[in-house]
Antibody
Framework: QVQLVQSGAEVKKPGASVKVSCKAS????????INWVRQATGQGLEWVGW????????GSAQKFQGRVTMTRDTSISTAYMELSSLTSEDTAVYYC?????????WGQGTLVTVSS | DIQMTQSPSSLSASVGDRVTITCRAS??????LAWYQQKPGKAPKRLMY???SLQSGVPSRFSGSGSGTEFTLTISSLQPEDSATYYC??????????FGGGTRVEIK
């Protein structure tokens, strides 16, 4: 069965960076894009960006450009999202998601807390 | 970018009621729309794809319709376990993906 398993919760100070991992299993990792979506407490879903695991091509929402880096290690079917220059507004649950058209599978989410 | 306007933002209904949630796209998106249900502390779960196709395992009381710019998710007979927040997602010009603002459904 398809699974996306994310790394654990993180607490970071303002100005720091965070790197979240997403390990895929149950399907061919390079056949589907991985997207990242975040959700602040009590708020809606916000698209962060996408990555094609086969080519390594990436793209992000304009508000994250220059601050987000998405990478992958195909040998271990794992995608990574690194967000830099963190502020309190980046406090949220970050989800990785498999995408072929729309999103069909989601990771369990990783809580990133930014606090001094 | 395409904007998705979802309404209402919240609703309260009784068990057995028919519930309808609407998403409007700022431009035509054919049927490139999915609906998700999210319960507190959990990842979203896909209910519908291609606007009107029911995800395997999802109860048949859920249905979707629409094409172009207006879409609806209907729960034909609301059940206690349907208390959740519902989101639409458009993927017509992917990337990007665009979510609706969400509808919180409460059971009276």
């Amino acid at each position: 069965q398809v699974q996306l398993v994310q790394s654990g919760a993180e607490v970071k100070k303002p100005g720091a960076s965070v790197k979240v991992s997403c390990k895929a299993s149950g399907y061919t990792f390079t056949n589907y894009d991985i997207n990242w979506v975040r959700q602040a407490t009590g708020q809606g879903l916000e698209w962060v960006g996408w990555m094609n695991p086969k080519s390594g091509n990436t793209g992000s929402a304009q508000k994250f450009q220059g601050r987000v880096t998405m990478t992958r290690d195909t040998s271990i079917s794992t995608a990574y999202m690194e967000l830099s220059s963190l502020t309190s507004e980046d406090t949220a649950v970050y989800y990785c998601a498999r995408c072929y058209g729309d999103i069909d599978y989601w990771g369990q989410g990783t809580l990133v807390t930014v606090s001094s | 970018d395409i904007q998705m306007t979802q309404s209402p933002s919240s609703l309260s209904a009784s068990v057995g009621d028919r519930v309808t949630i609407t998403c409007r796209a700022s431009q035509g998106i054919r049927n490139d729309l999915a609906w998700y249900q999210q319960k507190p502390g959990k990842a979203p779960k896909r209910l519908m794809y291609a606007a009107s196709s029911l995800q395997s395992g999802v109860p048949s009381r859920f249905s979707g319709s629409g094409s172009g710019t207006e879409f609806t998710l209907t729960i034909s007979s609301l059940q206690p376990e349907d208390s959740a927040t519902y989101y639409c997602l458009q993927h017509n010009n992917y990337p990007p993906l665009t979510f609706g603002g969400g509808t919180r459904v409460e059971i009276k």
